[in-house]
């Protein structure tokens, strides 16, 4: 008889996919900001809310990974949607990197 073995292994993409990826997103990154209102607190930090999937709780509540913060991210442009899951968001514009900083 024979006798084979077949061994596997997880392999990662080409890195030009990986660039290409997160170029994609990087150009599609929405301008946020962070919303205290809509919120009611409950018992502990939970904070509790049937707004939009990018609402996430306090840490160690029980509520999941990707749920540990009481805050919302809404978009700074009211006529765009909130972010989802996967979007790329930022809070202020990158300085242009040959402008001189005002502050330095």
């Known amino acids: 008889g024979s006798c084979t073995v077949k061994t596997c292994w997880m392999r990662l993409p080409l890195f030009k996919i990986v660039g290409d990826?997160?170029?994609?997103?990087?150009?599609?990154?929405?301008?946020v900001m962070?919303?205290?209102?809509?919120?009611?607190?409950?018992?502990?930090?939970?904070?509790?809310?049937?707004?939009?999937?990018?609402?996430?709780?306090?840490?160690?509540?029980?509520?999941?990974?990707?749920?540990?913060?009481?805050f919302q991210l809404k978009p700074y442009n009211p006529e765009h949607k909130p972010p989802g899951l996967k979007d790329l968001v930022y809070l202020e514009p990158s300085p242009p990197f040959c402008d001189k900083n005002p502050k330095s």
């Open 21 to 31: 990826n997160l170029k994609d997103r990087f150009d599609g990154a929405s301008r």
């Open 34 to 70: 962070i919303s205290n209102s809509d919120r009611i607190r409950g018992s502990g930090n939970a904070i509790i809310s049937n707004a939009a999937s990018n609402f996430v709780h306090g840490p160690r509540q029980g509520l999941g990974r990707r749920q540990r913060y009481s």
